[in-house]
């Protein structure tokens, strides 16, 4: 267990308000801006199936919280899902996740969320091509530098990032169904009968709501650095995926009540597209501010919480040595969160992580499956650990979060077999990196037993 201490540890400096908002910053990031449109266009504009989409969606992430939450609270270690996955499963299928989030999935996310943050400045300042390139290497770098300054100085700007995302998407969202009249537009909430193509469109639905409930799992890796995790942890994560699933409905029913649902089915950019049916030639402006710092927030989560996994994996053996180092003056593992930035500005300044994104990050969704699956072996192991928070519904709660998390995996490789193969074959990659690192840990080890006197 890391503990907070001098000798070269992760400090613990995270406590209950910080984890909520630092989940809540993470998950939040562009895509309740533009889903809700898709999600009413794939169920055929009905609103009570796309908000029961919504509302099955967040179940299964909250599902997946509360699973977590009792790994968590019992491993209260940096690293969280892949020591999860480690422990249960074995190194192999734990460094394959590692190796498939360094590759593309946060790294990834993060150069998404930096070309996406250059883009909707674009629409505030006048930029070209390529000094919107140097704005996302530049957001990258900023974030970097503050996290290397120290956890406790990368939360406090994640906390207050996050508060006002929240809480302007909120104003919004409730401004919009006060001042809307969308109500009288909203058609049959519910199909007369649901046949096979409702629950085939809820199906892809659920692929793009599942999505905008995505990155909840992060704050599993920032365990090490929480104060009291046994008792914080748990609470906070299962708060804020609650928390998401209320404010997500309101967005919905916000955009709904401007715009009704026929126009809101057709849109393609439905936030912009409410505002500006309400607050007129002042909503562009107003919503790039709002989006902007909502995709600073969510970079910012990313780099707070992804380089604990590549600094577990180095403890372990399977990874670069360095990234096993903690700043001495920061507390911080630096050289985990600079090899991050690093790459994640190199997919950003070329542009290469769309195409890397589309084949890999589904493959996500089998390790968080993996992760929820980890319960069972864990207490099969541990019977007389102490659990001070204890999954409700258990076996049904994890195992219902496998299920949808193998769902979706299976239903993008038979929509996108091609796409899906790739990607299998990109996380597959890693297994001889793998056998590489360790057996290079362990000639080193074996050398060191030999120097020594």
């Not at 509360?66 to 969280?80: V, W």
């Not at 404010?247 to 026929?262: E, H, P």
């Amino acid at each position: 267990m890391t503990h907070a201490s001098g000798d070269g540890s992760l400090r613990r400096t995270l406590g209950f308000t910080d984890l909520i908002l630092l989940t809540l910053g993470t998950v939040i990031g562009s895509g309740i801006f533009i889903v809700p449109g898709v999600v009413l266009r794939q169920t055929n504009g009905y609103l009570g199936i796309a908000l029961l989409v919504w509302v099955i969606g967040g179940f299964v992430s909250f599902l997946g919280a509360l699973t977590y939450a009792e790994l968590g609270a019992m491993k209260p270690d940096a690293g969280g899902l892949y020591t999860y996955i480690r422990d249960a499963f074995g190194p192999l299928p734990a460094f394959l996740y590692g190796w498939t989030s360094i590759l593309v999935i946060a790294s990834g996310s993060i150069a998404a969320l930096a070309v996406a943050f250059s883009a909707y400045l674009g629409q505030l300042l006048p930029i070209g091509p390529t000094s919107a390139k140097l704005v996302s290497v530049v957001m990258i770098a900023i974030i970097a530098f503050v996290n290397v300054r120290g956890t406790r100085e990368s939360a406090s700007l994640e906390n207050l990032t996050t508060s006002a995302k929240v809480l302007g998407l909120l104003a919004i969202s409730v401004a919009l169904i006060a001042m809307g009249h969308g109500w009288q537009n909203t058609g049959a909430l519910f199909p007369a009968a649901l046949g096979g193509s409702v629950f085939a469109g809820m199906g892809t639905a659920m692929i793009g709501v599942l999505w905008a409930y995505e990155g909840w799992q992060y704050v599993t890796f920032s365990a090490g650095e929480t104060k009291d995790p046994q008792r914080v942890f748990p609470r906070s994560i299962a708060v804020a995926t609650f928390a998401l699933i209320v404010l997500y409905l309101v967005a919905n029913a916000g955009y709904v009540a401007a715009i009704g649902v026929a126009a809101a089915g057709k849109s393609d950019h439905i936030a912009a597209d409410a505002t500006a049916a309400i607050f007129g030639s002042l909503s562009g402006k107003l919503l790039s501010v709002l989006v902007l710092i909502s995709i600073f927030s969510a970079a910012n989560g990313l780099m707070m919480t992804a380089p604990r996994l590549y600094y577990s994996m180095a403890r372990d053996g399977v990874f670069f040595s360095r990234l096993a180092s903690i700043s001495p003056r920061f507390g911080t593992p630096a050289p985990a969160i600079v090899l991050l930035a690093g790459w994640a500005a190199l997919l950003a300044a070329s542009g290469t992580f769309e195409q890397l994104l589309t084949y890999v990050v589904f493959a996500g969704w089998i390790f968080y499956g993996l992760g929820a699956l980890s319960i069972f072996p864990s207490r099969k192991r541990e019977p007389n650990a102490v659990r001070p928070f204890r999954t409700p519904g258990y076996p049904v709660t994890p195992l219902l979060f496998a299920i949808a998390a193998a769902a979706l995996v299976l239903n993008t490789m038979r929509e996108q077999p091609r796409q899906a193969f790739i990607g299998i074959c990109a996380v597959l990659l890693g297994t001889p990196a793998f056998y590489l690192w360790r057996a290079r840990s362990r000639r080193a080890a074996s050398t060191e037993s030999v120097v020594a006197p």
